[in-house]
């Protein structure tokens, strides 16, 4: 019987145009759903902002094995933000009550999407960096690192530029950044030492491309030679900067990259 049933089975597939393995082969589907966030790209880029703020400002993460956790939410929302930076620039002040860490996660996403040379919106994105760079405690710490980092790369010649109109609100949010100080951190008899990421060594390494892009800017003006060699006394903002890090007895240039003036 069994020998039947293969030959008829056979029979049947040739008749068909098939194969064997065809026989077995499983319908193409979606995506597998990702497990790690509780929430999948899809839903991200489409649901209201405000939603999206509500929702991760009151989900916890269930206390299950292999449940969603918050560092898989905060990965997909820098994935889609760096898909779809324009969704996230147009609105975001709208993402000024995001908690530091979901809010670090969009930071990083536009600052991706400026790396891949995506252009969005600078203003209110902007808007959003001066009413959320006073934050304080640790996650706030790891946001104005982000918002230092994502500066940094918008002053880079090119179609993601910050436009130079902007350079006074650009400063407002940077210069705190650049001299904020370090917390005081005790040592622990016993415990290895822990390297943090200084918020003002980040600020200080946007502060040097913020002068080159001031610097650019002041060459493509009419008189610009003179601009040019007046030099740093056409921006008294970095000089003051630089000034009270000196007079705080530290080396602004242990934190900045070898730049070209």
């Known amino acids: 019987v069994g020998v039947v049933v293969l030959a008829v089975r056979v029979k049947c597939l040739g008749d068909l145009g098939g194969s064997d393995a ?48 918050p560092g898989g939410l905060q990965k997909k929302l820098t994935e889609v933000t760096t898909s779809e930076p324009n969704r996230f620039a147009d609105g975001a002040p709208e993402l000024v009550d995001l908690p530091d860490e979901y809010l670090r996660a969009v930071v990083a996403g536009l600052r991706e999407a400026v790396r891949q040379g995506t252009t969005f919106a600078w203003q209110p994105v902007l808007d959003l960096f001066v009413a959320v760079a006073g934050r304080r405690g640790d996650p706030a710490r790891a946001l104005r690192i982000s918002i230092a980092q994502c500066l940094a790369l918008g002053f880079n010649v090119g179609g993601t530029e910050i436009p130079h109109k902007h350079r006074e609100q650009v400063w407002q949010i940077l210069q705190p950044i650049a001299q904020e100080g370090d917390p005081v951190e005790l040592p622990v008899l016993g415990a290895s030492p822990v390297l943090r990421r200084s918020v003002a060594a980040e600020g200080l390494q946007a502060v040097a491309r913020y002068a080159l892009w001031v610097r650019r800017h002041i060459e493509q003006q009419p008189r610009s030679r003179e601009g040019a060699q007046r030099g740093w006394h056409e921006m008294p903002e970095v000089l003051a900067v630089l000034a009270a890090h000196l007079a705080a007895g530290e080396a602004p240039q242990r934190s900045i990259e070898v730049q070209a003036f």
């Open 22 to 69: 065809a026989a077995f082969a499983f319908p193409v589907m979606d995506p597998p759903v990702d497990l790690s966030t509780p929430k999948q790209a899809e839903w991200l880029r489409t649901v209201p902002l405000e939603m999206l703020v509500r929702f991760c400002r009151t989900w916890r993460p269930p206390a299950l094995i292999g449940a969603p956790l």
